[in-house]
T-cell receptor, first 113, second 116 residues
Framework: GQQVMQIPQYQHVQEGEDFTTYCNSS?????IQWYKQRPGGHPVFLIQ???SGEVKKQKRLTFQFGEAKKNSSLHITATQTTDVGTYFC?????????????WGLGTSLAVNP | NAGVTQTPKFQVLKTGQSMTLQCAQD?????MYWYRQDPGMGLRLIYY???????DKGEVPNGYNVSRLNKREFSLRLESAAPSQTSVYFC???????????????FGQGTRLTVV
């Protein structure tokens, strides 16, 4: 079936280091969404990418959508302790009159102060 | 706006007991979802409802039933709880079947369920 693979599963960094998580889909996606889940919390929407090759920035976070619309990445520059959490990508797949979200397994980020 | 409200937040059940998790959204969304989250397994879709009056199975529907009571409410029922159903359950809603360009999912706070 349709899958979105996300790597790495875990990442441990020193505060100030950069961090990147990658998502790869087995099929072409309509668009891709990114969510952040703080420890003990619920997933919260960060951004949606729609266009092939799209790059969007939110302060220290940079999101990219691949040219073939099958892969995406989230890069955090100079991590802070507030970045701790699990980052999920979710591919949006058009399915008839409905749309489906296909979730990656997430990347858990730990930041040492 | 309250967004997505999910109850209860915590629950302990004995094996074989039944319970219903309640979810309500006030954003007039068509689509609603129930997920379970286990360590290392990400979010797994149990059931979803694309619109009022319809429900469909997700990846892991066994042992669960759902009811889309109206556009606002989507409940998840465990008829006979098993230890394997110990998990964190999230309800979510989105405007997926609408015409909005950005169709993010909004999540409830989660229900931490332990079956002993």
């Amino acid at each position: 079936g349709q899958q979105v693979m996300q790597i790495p599963q875990y990442q441990h960094v020193q505060e100030g280091e950069d961090f990147t998580t990658y998502c790869n889909s087995s099929t072409t996606l309509s668009n891709i969404q990114w969510y952040k889940q703080r420890p003990g919390g619920h997933p919260v929407f960060l951004i949606q990418l729609v266009k092939s090759g799209e790059v969007k920035k939110q302060k220290r976070l940079t999101f990219q959508f691949g040219e073939a619309k099958k892969n995406s990445s989230l890069h955090i520059t100079a991590t802070q302790t507030t970045d701790v959490g699990t980052y999920f990508c979710a591919g949006v797949q058009n399915a008839g009159n409905n749309r489906k979200l296909i979730w990656g397994l997430g990347t858990s980020l730990a930041v040492n102060p | 706006n309250a967004g997505v409200t999910q109850t209860p937040k915590f629950q302990v059940l004995k094996t074989g007991q039944s319970m219903t998790l309640q979810c309500a959204q006030d954003m007039n969304h068509n689509s609603m979802y129930w997920y379970r989250q286990d360590p290392g397994m990400g979010l797994r879709l149990i059931y979803y409802s694309a619109s009022e009056g319809t429900t469909d199975k997700g990846e892991v529907p066994n042992g669960y039933n759902v009811s889309r009571l109206n556009k606002r409410e989507f409940s998840l029922r465990l008829e006979s709880a098993a230890p394997s159903q110990t998990s964190v359950y999230f309800c979510a809603s989105s405007d997926f079947s609408g015409r909005r360009r950005i169709t993010e999912a909004f999540f409830g706070q989660g229900t931490r369920l332990t079956v002993v």
